[in-house]
């Protein structure tokens, strides 16, 4: 990490998505995707991003990166507020943001070479000027990320999954941006792929300075990668810490419960799963008070019903939304 010299400052971002009630209905309802989140990322550093399925954190990558439109918030970049941008400003903005998606099938066009599928962001922005400039640095990115330049005319379904990702990640370093939100990016590999893909992510951050929000529900994943870990559940940030404290030492009841069940290798291990209760509710209509208290294993309290648990520092830089966590 580069000292604390922040990159990105996310503040109270909302993401509301109207939606019918029913396929003849007229009424109308509100997916609460992303519920008020702020967050500071910090140059260098990868930040983990974990919960449930529909726990609202590849919504919330995705508006980081106005590529879908956030419903309020600040998305402050270098000091600039990308929410009031335009789109010719936006489109100069993403040279710095860029995404690494979770399906390498469907993420590239597959009537597009790898070629051009690489280059195209370089035409774009304008980066190469002569077509033996943007074959050359075509081919360098190619072999940044681990595959030779002769593949360059071929097409994306004559690659394995793990190779199509890596064309992704050359497209998504294409235009040396600073930051990258990685969305579940190995979860579609076959295990023994993952690993290799990992690294790459790896090395190229050190390589090239990169700063990762790196989403995931592989907790195992997330925890060798990420210098942070923010954990969501219902559109919230629940509990944000140093990877290290939060998987010593987790303080928030949803987190000690998806800490709890991560395979461990050892048969002798005493770990206890903690079970959570129900289903995670509905986003159209989040529970009162604290989003967590319908699953909670703790001895709740009335407030837990009526009052939102605001996130509070309970150790130095650890926050925890929870009004018993201590
Ligand atoms: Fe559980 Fe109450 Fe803490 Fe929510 S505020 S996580 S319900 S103890």
Redesign the pocket.
Known sequence: MNGNEKLLEIKDLVKHFPIKKGLFSREMATVKAVNGITLDIFKGETVGLVGESGCGKSTLGRAILRLIEPTRGEIILKGSNILKFNSRELRRARRHMQIIFQDPYASLNPRMTVGNIIGEPLVIHNLVKTRKEKLDKIVELLEEVGMRGEVINRYPHEFSGGQRQRIGIARAIALRPEFIVCDEPVSALDVSIQAQVINLLSDLQKKLGLTYLFISHDLKVVEYLSNRVAVMYLGEI?ELAKSEDLYRSPK???TQALLSAIPVADPKTNKKRIILKGDVPSPISPPS??P??TR?H?E??E??KTEH?PLRELAPSHWV?????K
């Not at 939304?321 to 966590?325: D, E, F, V």
């Open positions: 629940v928030h009841p949803y008070g604290c967590f208290h909670c703790y709740i309290i407030r837990c648990p939304s929870c009004h018993l966590a």
